[in-house]
């Protein structure tokens, strides 16, 4: 079965500090992974994602990720944290094709000036 | 490129009673999923429609069935609602290719009284 675990409730950072939002992953198979961010009363919004290929993956709004085979892990990233990053964050997982997205229960970033 | 569109955007209902929500799929994409999220919590999977069957089903009652049309819009439905249902219903729509995430709706916000 495919899970995914963000073992942080909440991520607190100040303004221009680098951030770090932490994802674990556990499926069978190669694993096909997402970063969604959801300001409150919204859907969720596309930042990134790992198929295959470089370890580093770049997405929107100056964030990245790395893909840890051996550690099962797929951090998020952003090297200057702003105020408006401020927001909930999921990570999910998608096994083989045609399977739904499975998402973790969230981190909420919280950035202060 | 249109996005995914989801309808009603609130809800209220009565405990007991049904009710059906209503998504349209971005243009091109044939499969959708439909997911819950509990105030604080991650989205939960509900089930999975490509060309129109259903292909993946999370752990939640038979009282919640869905449809998928021809044209690749979906529809949730809930019958007996209960307290515990309310919750924000995210509907995503996707191709279903390896790697492919998913474009989601803004939500419809159900809630039961």
């Known amino acids: 079965a495919q899970s995914v675990a963000q073992p942080e409730d909440q991520v607190n950072v100040a303004e221009g500090n680098p951030l770090t939002v932490k994802c674990t992953y556990s499926v069978s198979g190669n694993p096909y992974l997402f970063w969604y961010v959801q300001y409150p009363n919204r859907g969720l919004q596309f930042l990134l994602k790992y198929i295959t290929g470089d370890n580093l993956v770049k997405g929107s709004y100056g964030f990245e990720a790395e893909f840890n085979k051996s550690q099962t892990s797929f951090h998020l990233k952003k090297p200057s944290a702003l105020v408006s990053d401020s927001a909930l964050y999921f990570c999910a997982v998608r096994g083989q094709a045609g399977t739904a997205l499975i998402f973790g229960k969230g981190t909420t970033l919280s950035v202060s000036s | 490129e249109t996005g995914v569109t989801q309808s009603p955007t609130h809800l209220i209902k009565t405990r007991g009673q049904q009710v059906t929500l209503r998504c349209s799929s971005q243009s091109g994409h044939n499969t959708v999923s439909w997911y819950q999220q509990a105030l604080g919590q991650g989205p939960q999977f509900i089930f999975q429609y490509y060309r129109e069957e259903e292909n993946g089903r999370g752990n939640f009652p038979p009282r919640f069935s869905g449809l998928q049309f021809p044209n690749y819009s979906s529809e949730l439905n809930v019958n007996a609602l209960e307290l515990d249902d309310s919750a924000l219903y995210l509907c995503?729509?996707?191709?279903?290719?390896?790697?492919?995430?998913?474009?989601f709706g803004s939500g419809t916000r159900l809630t039961v009284v």
């Open positions: 995503a729509s996707s191709l279903a290719r390896v790697g492919d995430g998913y474009t």
